[in-house]
């Protein structure tokens, strides 16, 4: 088992930036890809990025690339979403998510373990 605690969200205007954690315990961190996802109100759950278990590899949706860095530090058990120029439609619950494929998973349903998710809101 892995758990998984995502803090870091909260209340930002347009423009400006935040950046979650997703700290892990459990097995070891180094054996999981991470993942970030995020679902807004009446929405359905999308995929935002992801990292291979050494952070070299990365994918990223189009609606964050260049504002969006997704990073982790295995000696802290700990991933993050560095989110630049926010915008409104940012506006969702973010949640970390890990595996244990090797490859780059951009789809929930590849995901072994996720946490209780963190408010992002951004306001105009």
């Known amino acids: 088992q892995v758990q998984l605690v995502e803090s870091g969200g909260g209340l930002v205007q347009a423009g400006g930036s935040l950046r979650l954690s997703c700290a892990a315990s459990g097995r070891t961190f180094s054996n999981y890809a991470m993942g970030w996802f995020r679902q807004a109100p009446e929405k359905e759950r999308e995929f935002v990025a992801a990292c291979r278990w050494s952070g070299g590899s990365t994918a990223y949706a189009d609606s964050v690339k260049g504002r969006f860095t997704i990073s982790r530090d295995n000696a802290k058990n700990t991933a993050y979403l560095q989110m630049n120029s926010l915008k409104p439609e940012d506006t969702a619950v973010y949640y970390c998510?890990?595996?244990?494929?090797?490859?780059?998973?951009?789809?929930?349903?590849?995901?072994?373990?996720w946490g209780q998710g963190t408010q992002v809101t951004v306001s105009t």
């Open positions: 998510a890990a595996t244990s494929r090797f490859t780059l998973a951009t789809m929930g349903s590849q995901y072994d373990y």
